[in-house]
Structure formats: C-alpha cells, structure tokens
C-alpha cells in the first residue's frame, strides 16, 4: 500500500491550427494518503480524467512529478505502476468469460516464456480432467486461488463461465471492479464506474465499493459528478476547475465552509444561494431594506468591514418559511418540487428581485404566485469578496469536522 503524490503537475495539450497548447491540468500539486479514499469533482473538461491518466501512465505529464509513497512513477511504463483503472465503459473482453476477465490482469503482470505459456494453458485446458491426467502449474494454481478469492467478495461465483454480453450492467461493473482487486495494486483509479447503472443499482453497489475499500485499505482515486457519491464516498474531496484544485477537505468542510464561490455552487445540491449585501453595525448584514443578523464563527470576521459590498451564500434548509415579520424577507412563489421527505421552493425575493431555493416540509402548501415569508437563519450565513473568495474567518476547533478516518491496515 502507499500513498499518491502530485507535485507542481502540468498537462498541455498542442493547440489546433497554430493555436496556444490547451492547459488542462495547470500547476496541481496534491497529496493523497496511505489508504485514503480521494473523490474528484468538478465540471466537464476540468481534468479530473486526465488526471487519473496521468496518474495512470496513460498520459505524459507536461511537468511536474508522479509519485506513489516515496517512488517517481512519472517516467514508468503503465505496467511497471502497479495501479489498476476501473474505466467508466468497464473495458472488459468481450471473447472471455468473467473467469478469464478477472485473471487477465494477474496473468499479465509477469513475463513468461513461450514454453511456460504452453504449460499455464495446459493447465487450464486439463484441470477438468481426472487427477493423473492433469498438468500442475503453480503460476496458474495462484492465479486461480486469487480469482476464487475476489469473485466470493463481489458475489460472482455463479457467473465465472459467462461472457460480458449475458451479464447486466450491474455485474459487468462487479467484473470491471474485481479484474482491479484481483491485482492487489497499490492505487485504485476509478472513472465515473456508476454513471451506467440505475438509480437502485447506483446505491447499492456505492455501498459494495465503500466497504471493499475500507475492508482492502488500497489507496484510491475516484472521479464522479454525482453528488451524492462525492459527499458520502470518500475521506475527502478534491474540487478542480479548468484544471486548479480549488479546495481539498472533507465532504462537510467543502459544504459548510466553502473557500469560494466556484465551490459553494458546486458542492450540493440544490447549490448555496448567493445574495449581494453589504456589511452594517453590529454584526448585521443588508439586504435592499432588510436589515439580517449574523451570529457564529462569521461574526469575527465582520469587523472591519462595515460599509463594504460583498457575495453572501446562504444554503436551502438555512432559509426557513416563517410568520410575517419585519425582518423576514418576503418572496414570491416561483414553483416548487416535492420530493417525498422534503420540498424544494424556488422563489423571487421583493428585495432586489433575486432567484432564491428553499428547503421546506413537504406538507407546506406551496401555490405558484403566491406569497411566503423567509428567516435566514443567523448562523448559515458564508460571505465572498468581489473576486469570489471566501472572507477568512477564524474557525473554532468546535466547528470544524474531525479528521477522516482512514481504514485500520494492520
């Protein structure tokens, strides 16, 4: 096992027609630890696969160095890495059985002679034979004992003699999955393994890959834009776009304590709602002529600050369906969508005619066009300067998460 390391990584590609090289990943440097569960997100054409292919030994990076634990990977042949890709089509041979799917990569990984190929497939073709009559290799004996071992884990014991097209989406991705467990690699690159399944079938096998990792303890690299996968996933999250890494911490760090604006509205879902304000007296802040409280960790960093314009984020379930009162901000019903135990409620704010989500109970009766009063709550509020970063501010220890916990290897 090991961990992963990108130091000052670059990856160019040559612009068309005398263009300039399109940058793809620019300046990245990230550590990933010893048995961690590392998930990448961000937009289309972010880098996160290319990413994974860099660290793959698909790819040539255009600078930077590749490390795994204390090694330089950077200039290694992919087969000389000793880490294994799940790809988002599975890849799986499509004239061999799942048995055969499963060893390719064990059966790989060493050279053999001509003559011990002739024995090893001897081996294969006579084990169905009585006792005096087949061939023993030690090699293939291994191999067959690993393939036993990762098919009980994932449960594909009764599909071994099966080709890829008669199995399901769901038991192709289980194949894809072990051909990589069977291995034993150091890293695990996963890109996007889900996004073909169902919604059930998604859910069900997230669980499977959780708890193989923290069962393996293998360190591993996951990319997806679901967000469900991302927040419940991994140990913690790297955020990129147009190649920089924009925050790394746990899911509920990049959730409660996002490091600027581009995060706050990729992370969740729906995303944080984002006001113009300026700063007022005592802890407050304006919106139009509605003056709004501010308590918490964000109050320290209001000082200083009275007068000035800023972005203020406030998340969905922050922003409460309340009485009438002076101080809550009225908006008018847009449109809202039950979703069985919640209901999400777009709505305009008569204040500055702004776009906002609210998360409700699924008993509010919530008709199109019709009026509803709105409590921030105090302590939801996060503030950005104009250039979309995050105003510092000084986190209590009582505040911040715990630090992840990573599998038990010994």
């Known amino acids: 096992m090991a961990g992963v390391r990108f130091e000052a990584l670059s990856k160019n590609y040559p612009g068309r027609g005398g263009e300039n090289p399109v940058e793809v990943i620019r300046d990245l440097s990230l550590s990933i630890e010893d048995g961690e569960f590392l998930v990448l997100v961000g937009p289309s054409g ?13 790819e040539t ?37 799942v048995r055969d799917n499963l060893a ?25 034979l009585p006792r005096l009559l087949q061939v023993r290799s030690e090699r293939e004996s291994k191999v067959e004992h690993r393939v036993m071992e ?15 097209k008669e199995l399901s989406g769901g038991q192709k991705q289980r194949v894809a999955l072990g051909r990589a467990m069977a291995r034993q690699p150091d890293v695990f690159l996963m890109d996007e393994p889900l996004s073909n399944l169902d919604a059930k079938l998604r859910g069900s096998t997230r ?7 923290r069962k393996l303890g293998t360190t ?34 990049l959730y409660r304590w996002p490091s600027n ?3 706050a509205q990729f992370i969740g879902s729906p995303p944080m709602n984002v006001l113009p304000v300026q700063v007022g007296r005592s802890q407050t802040l304006h919106l139009g002529e509605r003056r709004m409280s501010v308590e918490g960790p964000l109050t320290a960093a209001l000082e200083g600050l009275e007068g000035r314009g800023l972005n203020g984020g406030i998340r969905p379930e922050d922003l409460r369906v309340a009485p009438a009162t002076n101080r809550n901000l009225q908006a008018d019903i847009s449109h809202s969508e039950v979703l069985g135990n919640e209901q999400l409620i777009t709505c305009r704010l ?15 009766r919530a008709i199109p066009g019709s009026r509803i009063h709105l409590d921030a709550d105090p302590r939801g509020w996060r503030l950005f300067d104009d250039q979309g970063n995050a105003i510092p501010v000084p986190i209590p220890p009582s505040e911040r998460d715990e630090t992840p916990v990573l599998p038990d290897l010994n």
Do not use: W
Request: hydrophobic share 40%; net charge positive.
């Open 150 to 164: 990762v098919a009980h884990a994932l449960e594909l014991d009764q599909l071994l003699d099966r080709r890829p």
């Open 207 to 213: 669980t499977r890959i959780v708890d193989l990792q």
């Open 261 to 263: 604006l581009f995060v």
């Open 46 to 58: 972010c880098g996160k696969s290319t990413l994974l292919r860099l660290m793959a030994g698909l």
């Open 350 to 364: 008569l204040d500055g005619e702004h776009l906002v989500q609210v998360r409700a109970d699924p008993g509010l």
């Open 220 to 253: 591993t690299l996951y990319v997806t834009h679901d967000q469900v996968e991302a927040m419940t996933m991994g140990h913690r999250i790297a955020v990129l776009n147009q190649g920089r890494l924009q925050q790394l911490g746990t899911p509920m760090e």
């Open 61 to 97: 990076p255009s600078a930077g160095e590749i490390l795994v634990g204390k090694q330089a990977v950077t200039k290694l042949r992919p087969a000389k890495r000793n880490v294994a890709m799940v790809f988002q089509s599975y890849a799986l041979y499509p004239h061999l059985s």
């Open 104 to 128: 390719f990569g064990l059966r790989r990984s060493h050279r053999r002679s001509a003559m011990q190929q002739l024995h090893d497939q001897l081996h294969r073709n006579t084990r169905e």
